[in-house]
């Protein structure tokens, strides 16, 4: 059962943790927790989500709208004026409810690949929040159960990823491997397909045999993946018409994802 | 050649389409005129767009770098310094380039799909400026050649439709039909395979015959294509892992778009 908590002053120390968000997004230091916001997001955190919630915080208005996403669940929700709210969190919250939850211990990679989920997306130099809650957002609506990050792409967990994702960062299990060749060897060894995607390809991604577990490497839009990485990886592309600016690299996932998860058992 | 016009006075009247841009994109107005901004857009429009360019406005500190684009266009640019630029556009343009286009007569729908286009678009109630411009992107990349929008979709020339877009607004061509019924009525009468795209639909979009020119229809998302919609379009769907949030409507198009280019010659 939640337990409903009143603040009426910004400097209760039982909300230190929603103290100036934005700042502390900007530093990327939310001290092993991480801050998520949205309903939407909020209940795939509290029913589906990987990671432990250590409370929420709700502004008064909106209480009763949003009981049912937490009534059910064992944690503090403190309630604050709008106003307060606003004066704790340094910005406007128009979604009303913000949650805290815990990293946890990382996930190790290679122990990710043990539990052999069908299909794999690797990131190297994603560093637009943007495009990486896009990416998990398709990863989760393609049933592809990992997703491993290189030391270049931002925090999954920051608050616009997660937003963006539609709480798929807190579905999909991921992990950092900081050299994306390495990331390729791990793969490699683990008996995956590693899939380089690049319009510069050398097969078509619906050529590929669908006879191994397969992971697909994205790159960052411009430059895409190094090419060193296209040397250790099964180059493939999407095919487009003639001379266009390619795709956007979330919906180049969706794209990839949707072809890779054909004929193959995920979900 | 591009004749060179040096701007030092905000209220020069020569430059009076780039006046408070912002105020007049929210109240829709720029007189027949469209504001297109950055490099990349600019480059399309110049080069590959269907819309006569009427001017250019660049920061006095990029037109060296910004030459080999305007160079051989017959058009004026206008040259002024920074601050001068800021105080006429009415916010910093850290791209430092704008454009001005005429949008011309809109074009006919009827006339769009005499040219048998094997590869449509129906938006219905696109109201985000992203997601169309995602949209336009993708369907330039896959070689639709034409674009249907009902009374509810937005504007694709608004700027940051225009930038999402890559300019592939500039190079689709698109007409407004008010009502998607009469949309669909427009395809199914120049015998367009109408597809209803939902989570909802009958068929799996890869079981659809490619013997038939495509018109792809997109609703808003959230609620989707009306029941109306639905009943009187071909139904298709496209498979997901199970019970997760829908795609995001732009990525969404990149991969319906990709599946129908597959086998067909289009671009």
Do not use: Q, W
């Not at 060894?189 to 319009?199: E, K, N, R, T």
């Amino acid at each position: 059962m939640a337990e409903i908590v009143a603040v009426a002053d910004p400097d209760d120390p039982r909300i230190a943790a929603y103290r100036n968000v934005r700042d502390r997004d900007l530093a990327g230091g939310h001290g092993g927790r991480f801050v998520a916001e949205g309903e939407t997001v909020l209940a795939v955190a509290l029913t589906a989500g990987r990671f432990r919630m250590e409370s929420l915080l709700v502004a008064e208005n909106r209480v009763a709208a949003l009981e049912p996403l937490f009534a059910a669940h064992d944690l503090p929700v403190f309630v604050a004026p709008m106003a307060v709210m606003e004066a704790i969190v340094g910005f406007p919250i128009h979604r009303g409810v913000l949650g805290v939850g815990l990293r946890g211990t990382p996930a190790d990679p290679a122990a990710l690949l043990a539990a052999r989920p069908p299909l794999v997306v690797g990131l190297s130099g994603i560093a637009n929040h943007d495009n990486v809650g896009g990416i998990f957002r398709n990863a989760a609506a393609f049933g592809a159960r990992a997703v491993l990050i290189d030391g270049a792409t931002c925090d999954p967990l920051y608050r616009k990823a997660l937003r963006v994702s539609v709480g798929g960062v807190l579905k999909v299990p991921f992990a950092r491997v900081p050299d994306t060749l390495a990331m390729v060897d791990l793969l490699a060894a683990a008996d995956y397909a590693v899939l380089g995607l690049s319009p510069r390809g050398a097969r078509r991604l619906d050529e590929i045999p669908r006879d191994r577990p397969a992971a697909l490497l994205l790159g960052t839009e411009g430059p895409g993946l190094s090419d060193a990485v296209m040397a250790a990886t099964e180059t493939v592309r999407i095919d487009m018409a003639g001379g266009f600016d390619s795709l956007n690299v979330a919906t180049t996932s969706g794209i990839a994802l949707y072809e890779l998860a054909r004929g193959r058992t995920v979900g």
